[in-house]
């Protein structure tokens, strides 16, 4: 069984509704096609989209197609068009959203209702924070390909990916992650504590980062704080253990100094001098 969307975002709001109601979704068939067009009024010119040809070609079990697109009139004419196309060859059934345009708005209504009903305030929780939360899904699948090099192969499947030869879906994929980032928190303290700070972080393998301001009479010629400011990471050798280097690359937050590099005897000269971080 197919399920055919639209966006990638429809395909993966199924996904989530799917995983919601504790359904099977891993084994069924689901396809993007990253967008429609508006189908060609002359019945002969009409073809099926490349990523839907090349998908039920490598995929002959399929029988039964659901069209999942938006619930728009150039969705509805893209779904008359596929059905006409695969009439007598498959059993294609319409899949429209219940609610919304498109799925993406029938997860986002659906899970806003959900929000609001489970949702606790900062008053009624405490100290809350926001944190950015990456996600990170992986999909792939082995293809054959015959050349003469490993490089020749992947040249050869590139361009063919490009050209729309590979359509990936939900049966390719590996695997899905969570990563939370720390939120970000403004305090003031010296150049040798953000250093401290920033050594101990890259010991347990975290870059953080911050910003190192100077102080105004460090300089012979007037800036503004924001030309005066630099945001700085702590992937830099001058904070991480056994690198034998003390290189800081930082960037100015007004673009004047967009990457500067600091050596270790002008950092050392003009930390007493670095306002806050």
Not at 15 to 27: N, T, V, Y
Not at 191 to 196: A, D, S, V
Request: with cysteine.
């Amino acid at each position: 069984m197919l399920y055919l969307f639209e966006s990638a975002i429809d395909l993966l709001s199924f996904a989530a509704m799917a995983q919601e109601d504790r359904l099977p979704w891993r084994s069924q068939h689901l396809l993007s096609l990253a967008g429609v067009y508006q189908p060609k009024k002359n019945l002969t010119e009409r073809h099926l989209p490349l990523a839907l040809s090349q998908y039920l070609r490598d995929h002959r079990e399929i029988q039964t197609i659901y069209l999942c697109l938006d619930n728009d009139l150039a969705g509805r004419s893209a779904a008359d068009a596929i059905r006409q196309q695969l009439a007598g060859r498959y059993v294609v059934l319409d899949g429209f959203p219940c609610q919304g345009k498109d799925y993406n708005d029938w997860l986002c209504l659906t899970e806003g209702a959900n929000h609001q009903n489970s949702i606790k305030t900062r008053e009624e929780y405490g100290t809350m924070s926001e944190y950015k939360v990456l996600i990170t899904e992986t999909w792939k699948r082995a293809v054959t390909v015959d050349a003469e090099s490993r490089e020749e192969a992947e040249a050869a499947v590139r361009c063919q990916y490009k050209n729309g030869e590979y359509a990936l879906a939900s049966v390719d994929s590996d695997g899905v992650s969570f990563s939370a980032q720390y939120p970000e928190q403004q305090v003031e303290l010296s150049y040798g504590k953000l250093r401290e700070l920033f050594r101990k972080a890259e010991r347990g393998g975290i870059h953080v980062s911050g910003y190192i301001t100077f102080r105004a009479d460090s300089f012979s010629t007037a800036y503004s704080e924001r030309s005066r400011t630099y945001a700085v990471s702590s992937d830099n050798k001058a904070f991480q253990p056994n690198m034998g280097g003390y290189s800081i690359y930082a960037r100015c937050l007004d673009g004047t100094d967009p990457a500067s590099d600091w050596s270790s005897i002008w950092l050392r000269n003009t930390a007493e001098n670095v306002g806050g971080a």
